[in-house]
Nanobody, 124 residues
Framework: VQLQASGGGLVQAGDSLRLSCAAS????????LAWFRQAPGKEREFVAA????????HVQDSLKGRFTISRDTATNTVYLQMNRLNSDDTAVYYC??????????????????WGQGTLVTVSS
């Protein structure tokens, strides 16, 4: 399983950004895919997860209403749409995958496969 995250960059507070995670190397039917983030000096934290087969989602409570996770099964891509960004959203964003399709999972150790991360910097 290979995961390639992209779409990060420098944005202004209030802007929107969409991250992509290209997944390859396996059929992802039955997988859970997720986004985590890690800010400097902080632990990696859960952002959102989605079940590959039926698209059910779980978003961290504090991010609901601003962040949305989705997937495109035709292109094997998972997206993270981020709106109304603020400086607290500055972090490296990682995509992750696990063959246990439980979209309620929200701990890093529950995911077996990880991408390399993409940096999002929000300037105020």
């Amino acid at each position: 399983v290979q995961l390639q995250a992209s779409g990060g960059g420098l944005v202004q507070a209030g802007d929107s950004l969409r991250l992509s995670c290209a997944a390859s190397g396996h059929s992802f039917s039955g997988y859970a895919l997720a986004w985590f983030r890690q800010a400097p000096g902080k632990e990696r934290e859960f952002v959102a997860a989605i079940s590959w087969s039926d698209g059910l989602t779980h978003v961290q409570d504090s991010l609901k209403g601003r962040f949305t996770i989705s997937r495109d099964t035709a292109t094997n891509t998972v997206y993270l749409q981020m709106n109304r960004l603020n400086s607290d959203d500055t972090a490296v964003y990682y995509c992750a995958a696990d063959p246990l399709e439980d979209y309620h999972k929200d701990r890093p150790y529950e995911f077996d496969y990880w991408g390399q991360g993409t940096l999002v910097t929000v300037s105020s």
